[in-house]
């Protein structure tokens, strides 16, 4: 129910307006009734829509979010967000569980490469490790650096953008996406090589395990950025707890002179037709150490997710990371090496399982501690990629460089559209890949030193630019961190190239290309769509062409002639018939129905209907300037299953017009209680629907 203003015709509003009398005679007074029970609250013409409005209706649409709100929980306002960010002690685990949990198989990666050599190479493992974090430590410095410049995040991608220009920028971008997804795909696997160490029947089936894992991290994060750290924190104290034990009682025997005997691989590295020890064989092993170094951009590119003051508490996050990735991996590699681990050829158990039973025993309980946590940790190591692939991804929707849809929040204030598109496509490369830690690792390491050093050498042209208070100390640091992260990118892929390492430095260019491809189409749309000033006036259109398309005489046909009516004065029916006999016979019986709206019936002797009704709008367009307007009839059946036995001819045409140029398209749909009566019974001469 409308009220008649007093400047135009009646116009639809939540608000109803009653005038009532007042105490005394010709007094009156207005009274405004707001929409209550509706979904919307609010008045003049501001309202905020109720959670009541989001529910759906429906036997499958009350089970749909019956599922949603168990999976994923209660929806959230858009002011809940400050209560979504973490703390330190929440955001370590959610964005640094990558690097830390790098621990447990960069040892192993580097002895990978140094075990073609022989036994004795393996003593080189330690300095490599040394080397690893010498370069950790710079690129914790030089991140920090970053952190402060840029505390809304965005990472190397902001960075290189701003001091590099578009390009270089979109090039960190792409190296950032493609590392996200890698991660995700190596945790995942490594966390099923931990599993199937002392549970080899899973060695089988890592595959099957590992794309599970995925769906439940996916499901873990849509929940929304603090629900997923509460989740994940537990799990990785207890990693880092459990691997400073088995640590300080490693160190404990060696010091007092109990030696543990090595536990020896099921499959050793055959000592047959060995690589010569070289500098690039020393070079690959150190490449492939450099694993541990993934991840530490994470806690950069997700600076917003932090409490106030997020810059700090981001620092702070950064530092314990380094702090524990470094303790643990020189711990865990001092003590492989001085024992005499060996990695497994073909990856049954991992050097971690052999050094806890080597120390603690087999079938320990602590035993079983370190290989459940290790085995958990890596799995939700795959969260830093969650908590990274979304955002940047969101950043990039908002420069336009990627669809809108990643910069939609869903209902838990998660970038929604980012998480099952990073899961689709890391479950993707790791079936790809078979599961195989060994063959996914060559990938890994070279998107994070491409943005590394694009980060750190922008914040020197940063420091140069605008020189402010401290800003020689910041160049130097960052100088020497572009030095140090570009010559280890130098170094992997060197000798990484033939091993896999080509194949993401060939995606790189056309991920740059796609998002470049995106961004103009973008522009493109937005200057097509752009008011020349913005009083523009509301132009006055023609009234269109109005084609109907009819199968049948019956209600739907008739709601939509009638409609039609309403809008232009020029209507025409087009009826599409297999026969010369029933064309004619519809013609007959249209004419007896009606003389005021003419009809056209097209003979289709290839019993074809869209093609020869697409060809009559074509003509029709090309001999008017006015605009096309196709009102079609489509009958909606009371339930779902009963969609399925009609042809959705409606549908099909809507589908061919969709992208037609001066065509405009409504559908009128009949459903059988508009009127309390049935569809108009069908006689013989009707064509099908």
Same mark, same amino acid.
């Given at each position: 129910?409308?009220?008649?203003?007093?400047?135009?015709?009646?116009?639809?509003?939540?608000?109803?307006?009653?005038?009532?009398?007042?105490?005394?005679?010709?007094?009156?007074?207005?009274?405004?009734?707001?929409?209550?029970?509706?979904?919307?609250?609010?008045?003049?013409?501001?309202?905020?829509?109720?959670?009541?409005?989001?529910?759906?209706?429906?036997?499958?649409?009350?089970?749909?979010?019956?599922?949603?709100?168990?999976?994923?929980?209660?929806?959230?306002?858009?002011?809940?967000?400050?209560?979504?960010?973490?703390?330190?002690?929440?955001?370590?685990?959610?964005?640094?569980?990558?690097?830390?949990?790098?621990?447990?198989?960069?040892?192993?990666?580097?002895?990978?490469?140094?075990?073609?050599?022989?036994?004795?190479?393996?003593?080189?493992?330690?300095?490599?490790?040394?080397?690893?974090?010498?370069?950790?430590?710079?690129?914790?410095?030089?991140?920090?650096?970053?952190?402060?410049?840029?505390?809304?995040?965005?990472?190397?991608?902001?960075?290189?953008?701003?001091?590099?220009?578009?390009?270089?920028?979109?090039?960190?971008?792409?190296?950032?996406?493609?590392?996200?997804?890698?991660?995700?795909?190596?945790?995942?696997?490594?966390?099923?090589?931990?599993?199937?160490?002392?549970?080899?029947?899973?060695?089988?089936?890592?595959?099957?395990?590992?794309?599970?894992?995925?769906?439940?991290?996916?499901? /873990?994060?849509?929940?929304?950025?603090?629900?997923?750290?509460?989740?994940?924190?537990?799990?990785?104290?207890?990693?880092?707890?459990?691997?400073?034990?088995?640590?300080?009682?490693?160190?404990?025997?060696?010091?007092?002179?109990?030696?543990?005997?090595?536990?020896?691989?099921?499959?050793?590295?055959?000592?047959?037709?060995?690589?010569?020890?070289?500098?690039?064989?020393?070079?690959?092993?150190?490449?492939?150490?450099?694993?541990? @170094?993934?991840?530490?951009?994470?806690?950069?590119?997700?600076?917003?997710?932090?409490?106030?003051?997020?810059?700090?508490?981001?620092?702070?996050? *950064?530092?314990?990371?380094?702090?524990?990735?470094?303790?643990?991996?020189?711990?865990?590699?001092?003590?492989?090496?001085?024992?005499?681990?060996?990695?497994?050829?073909?990856?049954?158990?991992?050097?971690?399982?052999?050094?806890?039973?080597?120390?603690?025993?087999? /079938?320990?309980?602590?035993?079983?501690?370190?290989?459940?946590?290790?085995?958990?940790?890596?799995?939700?190591?795959?969260?830093?990629?969650?908590?990274?692939?979304?955002?940047?991804?969101?950043?990039?929707?908002?420069?336009?460089?990627?669809?809108?849809?990643?910069?939609?929040? /869903?209902?838990? *204030?998660?970038?929604?559209?980012?998480?099952?598109?990073?899961?689709?496509?890391?479950?993707?490369?790791?079936?790809?890949?078979?599961?195989?830690?060994?063959?996914?690792?060559?990938?890994?390491?070279?998107?994070?030193?491409?943005?590394?050093?694009?980060?750190?050498?922008?914040?020197?042209?940063?420091?140069?630019? *605008?020189?402010?208070?401290?800003?020689?100390?910041?160049?130097?640091?960052?100088?020497?961190?572009?030095?140090?992260?570009?010559?280890?990118?130098?170094?992997?892929?060197?000798?990484?190239?033939?091993?896999?390492?080509?194949?993401?430095?060939?995606?790189?260019?056309?991920?740059?290309?796609?998002?470049?491809?995106?961004?103009?189409?973008?522009?493109?749309?937005?200057?097509?769509?752009?008011?020349?000033?913005?009083?523009?006036?509301?132009?006055?259109?023609?009234?269109?062409?109005?084609?109907?398309?009819?199968?049948?005489?019956?209600?739907?046909?008739?709601?939509?002639?009638?409609?039609?009516?309403?809008?232009?004065?020029?209507?025409?029916?087009?009826?599409?018939?297999?026969?010369?006999?029933?064309?004619?016979?519809?013609?007959?019986?249209?004419?007896?129905?009606?003389?005021?709206?003419?009809?056209?019936?097209?003979?289709?002797?290839?019993?074809?209907?869209?093609?020869?009704? @697409?060809?009559?709008?074509?003509?029709?367009?090309?001999?008017?300037?006015?605009?096309?307007?196709?009102?079609?009839?489509?009958?909606?059946?009371?339930?779902?299953?009963?969609?399925?036995?009609?042809?959705?001819?409606?549908?099909?045409?809507?589908?061919?017009?969709?992208?037609?140029?001066?065509?405009?398209?409504?559908?009128?749909?009949?459903?059988?209680?508009?009127?309390?009566?049935?569809?108009?019974?069908?006689?013989?001469?009707?064509?099908?629907?």
């Amino acid at each position: 129910m409308t009220e008649k203003g007093e400047e135009g015709p009646d116009v639809p509003s939540l608000e109803r307006r009653e005038t009532r009398p007042g105490r005394h005679v010709g007094d009156r007074y207005v009274r405004i009734v707001r929409p209550t029970g509706s979904g919307l609250r609010g008045h003049g013409g501001r309202y905020v829509a109720t959670e009541e409005s989001m529910a759906h209706t429906g036997l499958f649409g009350r089970a749909w979010d019956r599922g949603l709100r168990f999976l994923i929980g209660r929806r959230l306002e858009s002011e809940a967000e400050s209560e979504e960010r973490v703390g330190v002690g929440t955001g370590l685990p959610m964005l640094a569980s990558d690097n830390v949990s790098s621990s447990a198989y960069a040892t192993e990666e580097a002895m990978r490469v140094l075990a073609f050599a022989g036994g004795a190479a393996l003593a080189l493992t330690m300095p490599i490790a040394i080397a690893v974090c010498v370069v950790l430590a710079v690129v914790i410095v030089s991140e920090s650096r970053v952190i402060r410049a840029y505390p809304n995040g965005g990472g190397s991608y902001i960075v290189a953008k701003d001091n590099h220009g578009v390009l270089p920028g979109l090039v960190a971008a792409s190296a950032l996406l493609i590392d996200y997804v890698l991660t995700v795909a190596v945790s995942s696997a490594a966390g099923v090589a931990a599993i199937s160490s002392f549970v080899p029947a899973v060695h089988d089936h890592r595959v099957l395990w590992s794309l599970g894992l995925i769906a439940l991290l996916t499901v /873990g994060n849509l929940r929304g950025i603090r629900e997923a750290g509460v989740i994940f924190a537990a799990p990785t104290y207890v990693y880092v707890l459990s691997l400073l034990g088995l640590i300080g009682y490693g160190l404990f025997r060696i010091a007092s002179g109990d030696m543990p005997v090595a536990v020896l691989p099921r499959d050793a590295f055959q000592t047959e037709g060995i690589e010569p020890l070289t500098a690039l064989l020393v070079l690959r092993a150190f490449a492939s150490g450099s694993v541990g @170094l993934t991840g530490s951009e994470a806690i950069a590119n997700g600076v917003p997710n932090f409490k106030p003051p997020e810059s700090r508490n981001a620092v702070i996050t *950064l530092v314990w990371m380094g702090s524990i990735f470094a303790t643990l991996f020189l711990g865990i590699t001092y003590l492989a090496t001085r024992i005499g681990i060996a990695p497994d050829q073909f990856e049954f158990e991992t050097v971690n399982s052999m050094l806890t039973r080597s120390l603690v025993g087999d /079938g320990t309980l602590f035993y079983y501690i370190v290989q459940i946590s290790t085995a958990i940790i890596l799995l939700l190591a795959a969260n830093t990629g969650f908590s990274g692939f979304p955002r940047l991804a969101s950043v990039l929707a908002d420069d336009r460089f990627m669809p809108r849809q990643f910069a939609f929040r /869903g209902e838990r *204030l998660a970038f929604s559209f980012g998480i099952i598109a990073l899961a689709l496509m890391s479950a993707a490369v790791l079936a790809a890949f078979h599961g195989s830690v060994t063959e996914l690792v060559p990938l890994y390491t070279i998107g994070v030193f491409v943005a590394f050093t694009l980060s750190q050498s922008g914040l020197v042209r940063r420091w140069w630019r *605008l020189r402010n208070p401290g800003w020689r100390l910041s160049m130097a640091i960052n100088t020497f961190g572009t030095i140090v992260t570009g010559t280890v990118l130098v170094v992997v892929a060197y000798t990484k190239f033939l091993y896999g390492a080509w194949m993401v430095l060939l995606v790189m260019p056309i991920l740059v290309g796609l998002l470049f491809a995106i961004n103009h189409h973008y522009r493109t749309v937005h200057d097509a769509l752009l008011l020349e000033r913005p009083d523009e006036p509301i132009p006055v259109l023609k009234p269109p062409v109005v084609l109907i398309p009819v199968a049948r005489l019956d209600r739907a046909t008739l709601q939509a002639v009638a409609f039609a009516r309403s809008i232009s004065p020029t209507v025409r029916a087009v009826h599409i018939a297999s026969t010369a006999q029933s064309a004619e016979e519809f013609a007959r019986r249209w004419r007896r129905w009606t003389t005021e709206v003419p009809l056209d019936v097209i003979e289709s002797p290839y019993r074809s209907l869209l093609q020869p009704l @697409l060809k009559y709008i074509e003509r029709i367009d090309e001999r008017d300037d006015r605009p096309i307007t196709v009102v079609l009839a489509e009958f909606v059946p009371r339930n779902w299953w009963e969609w399925i036995l009609h042809s959705q001819t409606a549908l099909r045409l809507k589908l061919s017009l969709l992208f037609r140029p001066n065509t405009i398209v409504i559908d009128i749909p009949y459903h059988t209680e508009d009127t309390g009566h049935g569809v108009a019974p069908r006689g013989p001469e009707d064509s099908s629907q």
